[in-house]
């Protein structure tokens, strides 16, 4: 039947797995990312972990320890980002381009040294969802749990510090940990997704569900709800897709979120149109 | 008694430029004080060092005696300016009252009932109950202010500072903003406010702090703003009503 013919095989089921817990715990990050307008931040970060991926490919091939290469390059970047932009002397913007650019050719240059170079720079800018094997599932599982304990434990301090960073000061709460902390659990997160979805598309899956759930609701916790189902199954029926459309799995389902995120904008729009 | 708010001789910067230049004042217990000066004056900027998310070059800031860099230095209530909160974050009024209490909950722990009680008649104080489960972002002008100030009661700040609460405000919300204030003052709050209306300034305000950089007058509120202070502080022609009377200060050296 139309909905079980893939399950019968298991690279399908682990990517299937895959996609839907990279979509919510994609969402949940996005939907602090969001709010905070760390859009760009998102996306510099599924860029510049590709040093980090290159120096491990470079060390144990393609199948050596690419995932511990990337969360490396990715903590140490937030953190990089966090410590320039935290002086003011730079717009954070411009701050975030000009270490993104930087190191994003600086893992080009290493993966153009390698001889399988279009190959695997394929692979992680657009993702390799089929090959996930079930130790890769483990990882994806384990650290998307931590990065969701994190956020649930400390809900109500990262509310406040985006909200507020005012009133977040006049608490004494550790607003710049608190805001490293944030930085540090994007990254894990897109160390999480590269396989699932790839550096080039990561933004979306961070931002899209988010925005969607943005638009449908006015608390965040209910946000935060619908932003995560928005994401999981915009995996799970991306994948269903890009099986039976054979397109490339991450395009598919980014394009499933995207064709969420207009769905509910043009509703919301039609909506307050007769309202007006 | 130490005062409530004391500054001696602050000075800060941003980037380089100089922002607040050795400004000294102390603010007692109960009191309503204004800070006026024209925009670009460092009212903001003061504000954000007494809460402490701005360093100061110099001097000190005492809240009741503690330095406000101390741990145990007694918590300062925050109304901010409206163009620096985002209307369309989702939270609900009930939430914000509730961030009052975020460091009572502790670590790691969710809002007891008591934290919601106590949000919940702070909500009351202000006359918002029934707008408690609305979106923050729904709200007038006016009663968005009267949110934060709950937020302020539910934290059990007793220094209270309000960044240019008026702006955008009705006069009848203002009335009511006024009124909570009064009973503010019956429980021995202190209030400190910016705003850019002398007018209101020297009307309703027990204290009057003129600012451009620096403290340029500082005095009861129906003394202390003369013409020469204001001249100086506004450096250009600058006219508003006293007693119903329109009063027109020019300075000498023109232009800023």
Redesign the interface.
């Known amino acids: 039947m139309f909905l079980f013919e893939p399950l019968q095989y298991s690279f399908m089921l682990r990517g299937l797995a895959a996609a839907a817990m990279v979509g919510v715990v994609c969402a949940v990050i996005g939907s602090f990312v969001v ?1 905070r307008g760390m859009a760009f931040f998102g996306d510099a970060l599924a860029h510049a972990i590709l040093p980090g991926v290159a120096v491990a490919y470079l060390v144990g091939g393609s199948s050596g320890p690419l995932f511990w290469g990337a969360m490396a390059a990715a903590v140490a970047t937030a953190l990089g980002i966090g410590a320039i932009t935290r002086g ?2 730079l717009r954070e913007d411009t701050a975030i381009g000009v270490i993104f650019a930087g190191a994003f050719a600086l893992g080009i240059a290493l993966i153009s040294a390698i001889r399988s170079y279009s190959v695997d720079l394929a692979h992680i800018l657009f993702g390799n969802i089929l090959a996930i094997t079930n130790y890769d599932l483990l990882l994806i599982g384990g650290f998307g749990l931590l990065v969701l304990i994190a956020i649930a ?2 809900y ?2 990262l ?2 510090i ?6 977040a ?5 550790p607003a710049e940990p608190l805001r490293y902390l944030l930085l540090v659990l994007v990254a894990v997160t897109v160390v999480v997704s590269l396989q699932t979805i790839g550096a080039g598309l990561m933004t979306a899956m961070i931002i899209t569900p988010a925005a969607t759930a ?1 638009l449908l ?4 916790s ?2 935060i709800l619908i932003a995560a189902v928005i994401g999981a199954a915009s995996g799970v029926v991306g994948l269903y897709i890009s099986y039976y459309v054979s397109v490339a799995s991450g395009a598919a389902i980014v394009l499933v979120a995207t064709a969420c995120f207009i769905a509910v904008w043009a509703s919301v729009q039609i909506r307050q149109r007769r309202r007006a | 008694m130490p005062s409530a708010l004391s500054l001696t001789d602050i000075s800060a910067a941003y ?1 380089g430029k100089r922002a607040l230049d050795s400004v000294t004042f102390m603010i007692s217990r109960g009191e309503r004080a204004a800070i006026v000066g024209p925009n670009g004056a460092g009212k903001s900027t003061l ?2 060092v007494i ?3 701005m360093p100061h070059l110099t001097g000190d800031v005492m809240v009741h005696g503690h330095s406000h860099h101390a ?1 145990d ?1 007694p ?4 109304v ?1 300016q409206r163009e ?3 209307w ?5 009024v009930m ?2 009252a509730l ?1 009052g209490r ?2 009572e ?1 502790g ?2 722990r ?2 007891a009932k008591s934290d919601r009680e106590a949000a919940r008649e702070a909500l009351a104080q202000v006359g918002l109950t029934d707008l408690a489960s609305r ?1 923050i ?1 729904d709200l007038s002008g006016g009663q968005q202010q009267r949110v934060f100030i709950a ?1 302020a009661l539910t ?1 059990r ?1 007793d220094v209270l500072l309000l960044d240019e609460p008026f702006g955008g405000v009705d006069v009848e919300a203002q009335s009511a903003i006024f009124g909570i204030l009064d009973d503010l003052r019956q429980r021995n709050v202190t209030v400190l406010i910016s705003t850019h209306d002398l007018e209101m300034a020297t009307t309703r305000f027990d204290r009057l702090l003129l600012l451009n950089r620096t403290l340029y007058a500082d005095g009861p509120a129906d003394s202390a703003l003369t013409p020469e202070r204001l001249a100086a502080a506004y450096g250009g022609r600058l006219t508003f009503w006293r007693d119903g009377q329109p009063m027109t200060v020019t300075a000498d050296d023109c232009c800023p």
């Open positions: 709010l003011g002397r434990a400390l109500k301090e509310v406040v985006s909200f507020d960073p005012i009133h000061a006049t608490l004494r709460l943005s609701a006015r608390r965040l209910r946000m | 980037s504000f954000k809460v402490g998310l741990g230095c918590s300062i209530g925050y901010p620096e909160v985002d369309n974050f989702p939270v609900t939430d914000v961030m975020v460091k909950i670590w790691l969710r809002p979106p972002g937020r934290q700040a």
